[in-house]
């Protein structure tokens, strides 16, 4: 089964993972239906009888609700989109963010009703265990050790691993996030209520020069 992880970020911008978790659907799967449903509830029905999600729809959905929800007044729902789309945050901002996954989960219980049972995911015992412990390994974090963090969605991706390793002589070998020459991914910075992006290479060539 697959696995999702936290990875943090050290001073000279090399990532480890310090934590991970068992089956990756319970987290980051679990917020794009709840946010798709909230956000693009007419979007996602089908003809069929079932809703679309990210994983099989994500080409037509995801510019879609990004537009939606970075336009949103919801903190809490932007943060966890964020966290979602594996986005670097700073350490120094987790209060508000584990602020923001607890808010995310309180006030989205109306949201992505199963059928059967007739409850939102976000009401099930072990999706509210995984987002809370999620919440409480962010708090644990050491900003002046690891002063970022990304989490990684699933184990079938390696997309994260490759920001801090690249193949030298057939091998691979770790390299510092600094070292990429290309925007692949962005900082988050959360300041009065705001989030504000800037891409990797911005944030070096602003951290540097």
Request: proline residues 2%; glycine residues 2%; aromatic residues 12%.
């Given at each position: 089964?697959?696995?999702s992880?936290l990875?943090?970020?050290?001073?000279?911008?090399y990532g480890?993972?310090?934590f991970?978790?068992?089956?990756?659907?319970?987290?980051?799967?679990?917020?794009?239906?709840?946010?798709?449903?909230?956000?693009?509830?007419?979007?996602?029905q089908?003809?069929f009888?079932?809703?679309?999600?990210?994983?099989?729809?994500g080409?037509?959905?995801?510019?879609?609700l990004?537009?939606?929800?970075?336009?949103?007044?919801s903190l809490?729902?932007r943060?966890?989109?964020?966290?979602?789309?594996?986005?670097?945050?700073?350490?120094k901002?987790?209060?508000i963010?584990?602020q923001?996954?607890?808010?995310?989960?309180?006030?989205?219980?109306?949201?992505?009703?199963?059928?059967?049972?007739?409850?939102?995911?976000?009401?099930?015992?072990?999706?509210?265990?995984?987002?809370?412990?999620?919440a409480?390994?962010?708090?644990?974090?050491?900003?002046?050790?690891s002063?970022y963090?990304?989490l990684?969605?699933?184990?079938?991706?390696?997309?994260?691993?490759?920001?801090?390793?690249?193949?030298?002589?057939?091998?691979y070998?770790?390299?510092?996030l600094?070292?990429?020459?290309?925007a692949?991914?962005?900082?988050?910075?959360?300041?009065?209520?705001?989030?504000?992006?800037?891409?990797?290479l911005?944030?070096?060539?602003?951290?540097?020069?």
């Open positions: 089964m697959s696995h992880s990875y943090v970020i050290d001073k000279e911008f480890s993972i310090e991970e978790y068992s089956n990756s659907w319970l987290f980051s799967p679990i917020i794009w239906d709840v946010l798709l449903d909230k956000y693009m509830k007419k979007e996602i089908t003809e009888g079932y809703r679309k999600n990210m994983i099989r729809d080409n037509e959905l995801h510019p879609k990004n537009d939606i929800i970075n336009n949103c007044n809490s729902d943060i966890c989109w964020e966290l979602s789309n594996q986005q670097i945050f700073h350490t901002d987790k209060d963010i584990i923001g996954i607890k808010h995310f989960l309180s006030t989205n219980n109306k949201y992505h009703i199963q059928n059967e049972e007739k409850t939102s995911y976000l009401n099930l015992e072990h999706i509210i265990k995984r987002f809370t412990e999620i409480d390994d962010i708090k644990s974090l050491d900003e002046n050790e002063p963090f990304i990684k969605n699933t184990s079938c991706d390696s997309s994260v691993e490759f920001l801090f390793t690249r193949c030298d002589e057939e091998e070998v770790e390299q510092s600094s070292e990429l020459n290309e692949v991914i962005e900082f988050v910075s959360i300041e009065n209520n705001t989030i504000n992006f800037i891409d990797n911005s944030y070096f060539n602003k951290l540097y020069n």
